[in-house]
């Protein structure tokens, strides 16, 4: 089975930075899109950000555009989530994803990050912010 490792989390208050991480094995993390979805209590998971090896296209939700920073450290085969300028809103379960779609780049190039083409979830990890 494989494992999407996640570390990170915890909980800040309003305007704090917070970094995930997540770990997977070399052959997922070179041939999948990577990234990060976010799911709070009674809503839908929405997508967060990604990223692919190699293409510099990267995906943001509007929501997060400008706070949040997605990078691929290919040394270690990890994707890291660097928040920062967190708001109360931005509390939730994050999840680490890998979608191994062939056409997952260009969803990304276009503005598109969805759960349906997942193939590989980390355990999740909170974020909570404080107002």
């Known amino acids: 089975q494989v494992q999407l490792v996640e570390s990170g989390g915890g909980s800040v208050q309003t305007g704090g930075s917070l970094r995930l991480s997540c770990t997977a094995p070399?052959?997922?993390?070179?041939?999948?899109?990577m990234g990060w979805f976010r799911q709070a209590p009674g809503k839908e998971r929405e997508g967060v950000a990604a990223t692919y090896t190699g293409y510099s296209s990267e995906y943001y939700a509007a929501a997060v555009k400008g706070r949040f920073t997605i990078a691929q450290h290919t040394a270690n085969n990890t994707v890291a989530l660097q928040m920062n300028n967190l708001k109360p809103e931005d509390t939730a379960m994050y999840y680490c994803?890998?979608?191994?779609?062939?056409?997952?780049?260009?969803?990304?190039?276009?503005?598109?990050?969805?759960?349906?083409?997942?193939?590989?979830w980390g355990q999740g990890t909170q974020v909570t912010v404080s107002s």
């Open positions: 994803a890998a979608d191994a779609s062939s056409f997952c780049p260009i969803k990304i190039r276009i503005g598109y990050w969805s759960e349906g083409d997942v193939a590989y």
């Open positions: 070399a052959d997922i993390f070179e041939t999948n899109c």
